[in-house]
Nanobody, 130 residues
């Protein structure tokens, strides 16, 4: 059984930093595309960033480019999201997800598609105060 668990959310002032972590068990971690999505109150869930199996390809939403960094440690089966220069508009529930199928797709030019991710964590809340 696949289990995805996020940690690291919290309350931070604008301009601050947070690091989210995610562990995924029950799948061949190395070979799956992984991603971070977020959903703010009253808005649809959006794909923030993703990283392909092996880390050869990444995507960042324009709104987080230059501020967020996704990384994976396949030996530890962990996925991290380093978030710097946080803004109030980054406030959302953040979800870690693994691709629905072995491999998956993460293109630098295209927002990850929610339907392509079949394994989701419960989410971790990030709140940025102004």
């Amino acid at each position: 059984q696949v289990q995805v668990v996020e940690s690291g959310g919290g309350l931070v002032q604008a301009g601050g930093s947070l690091r989210l972590s995610c562990t995924a068990s029950g799948l061949s971690f190395t070979s799956y595309t992984l991603g971070w999505f977020r959903q703010a109150p009253g808005k649809e869930r959006e794909g923030v960033t993703c990283i392909s199996g092996g880390g050869t390809s990444t995507y960042y939403a324009d709104s987080v480019k230059g501020r967020f960094t996704i990384s994976r440690d396949d030996a530890k089966k962990t996925l991290d999201l380093q978030m710097n220069s946080l803004k109030p508009e980054d406030t959302a529930m953040y979800y870690c997800a693994a691709s629905r199928f072995y491999g998956g797709v993460c293109s630098p030019e295209a927002e990850p598609i929610e339907a392509d991710f079949g394994y989701w964590g419960q989410g971790t809340q990030v709140t940025v105060s102004s």
